[in-house]
């Protein structure tokens, strides 16, 4: 049964983002044309994310941020008013715009329309060393969205995140894909909404630098806990 769910996934997912990426051909040129006008820099920001069994890929989003923030502050962090945002960025950001280059990596098979939303490379530090709750999330591909990104997106904690991520897993191996059209219907409520797009940070009295780092190492510390 878990084959025929995968196999389905994988068509749907083929066929949903293909269909979608050419009905969007002049949103493409549109938002391209806006982030050159804007700031400098190349159309698409590729990241290195990790996907199904920990596999590394490169991520496609359009670039709403300056050249080089992530070696910018708060690193991966990304606070409401972040500097490092350019002014197409925060529109794309707040429409979820940038995200649908990843449609290309969808149809590549890097991803899946739903899954866990890939984690940048080193962001929970050394994989094969992460607990076995933290590597569950890594049973499937990931996703562009997923039932985190429902309940909370980045309003969430890393470990909230893990929590849903592990729920959806066991709810794909038992139902397939009516897991994740329920998802997706939930998704396109949030993104109208215009929810939880911005990180909060765990102390207000700290600075966003200090915020990040201590965040950044607490990921890291919980995900390596022993199980």
Same mark, same amino acid.
């Given at each position: 049964?878990?084959?025929?769910?995968?196999?389905?996934?994988?068509?749907?997912?083929?066929?949903?983002?293909?269909?979608?990426?050419?009905?969007?051909?002049?949103?493409?040129?549109?938002?391209?044309?806006?982030?050159?006008?804007?700031?400098?820099?190349?159309?698409?920001?590729?990241?290195?994310?990790?996907?199904?069994?920990?596999?590394?890929?490169?991520?496609?989003?359009?670039?709403?941020?300056?050249?080089?923030?992530?070696?910018?502050?708060?690193?991966?962090?990304?606070?409401?008013?972040?500097?490092?945002?350019?002014?197409?960025?925060?529109?794309?950001?707040?429409?979820?715009?940038?995200?649908?280059?990843?449609?290309?990596?969808?149809?590549?098979?890097?991803?899946?329309?739903?899954?866990?939303?890939?984690?940048?490379?080193?962001?929970?530090?050394?994989?094969?060393?992460?607990?076995?709750?933290?590597?569950?999330?890594?049973?499937?591909?990931?996703?562009?969205?997923?039932?985190?990104?429902?309940?909370? !997106?980045?309003? %969430?904690?890393? =470990?909230? @995140?893990?929590? $849903? /991520?592990?729920?959806?897993?066991?709810?794909?191996? !038992?139902?397939? %894909?009516?897991? =994740?059209? @329920?998802?997706? $219907? /939930?998704?396109?409520?949030?993104?109208?909404?215009?929810?939880?797009?911005?990180?909060?940070?765990?102390?207000?009295?700290?600075?966003?630098?200090?915020?990040?780092?201590?965040?950044?190492?607490?990921?890291?510390?919980?995900?390596?806990?022993?199980?």
């Amino acid at each position: 049964m878990h084959t025929i769910h995968c196999f389905i996934k994988r068509l749907f997912d083929i066929l949903s983002a293909s269909a979608l990426a050419l009905a969007l051909t002049p949103l493409w040129i549109v938002v391209a044309i806006a982030i050159k006008l804007d700031s400098k820099g190349p159309v698409f920001f590729k990241q290195g994310r990790r996907t199904k069994d920990g596999r590394i890929f490169n991520m496609l989003k359009f670039r709403s941020m300056v050249v080089n923030a992530e070696q910018m502050d708060v690193g991966l962090f990304n606070y409401e008013n972040d500097p490092r945002v350019t002014k197409v960025g925060r529109f794309l950001r707040n429409s979820s715009i940038d995200e649908l280059p990843q449609l290309f990596n969808i149809i590549k098979g890097d991803m899946s329309v739903v899954g866990p939303r890939p984690s940048v490379s080193y962001e929970l530090g050394d994989f094969d060393t992460l607990n076995k709750r933290y590597k569950k999330r890594f049973q499937v591909k990931a996703g562009l969205t997923g039932l985190a990104q429902t309940k909370g !997106r980045n309003d %969430i904690s890393w =470990d909230n @995140k893990v929590e $849903f /991520d592990n729920q959806y897993v066991d709810e794909f191996n !038992r139902i397939g %894909i009516f897991a =994740d059209i @329920k998802i997706l $219907f /939930d998704s396109v409520i949030k993104v109208f909404k215009k929810e939880n797009i911005y990180e909060n940070k765990a102390d207000e009295s700290m600075t966003d630098a200090e915020a990040a780092k201590f965040e950044n190492d607490e990921i890291i510390r919980i995900a390596h806990l022993p199980d």
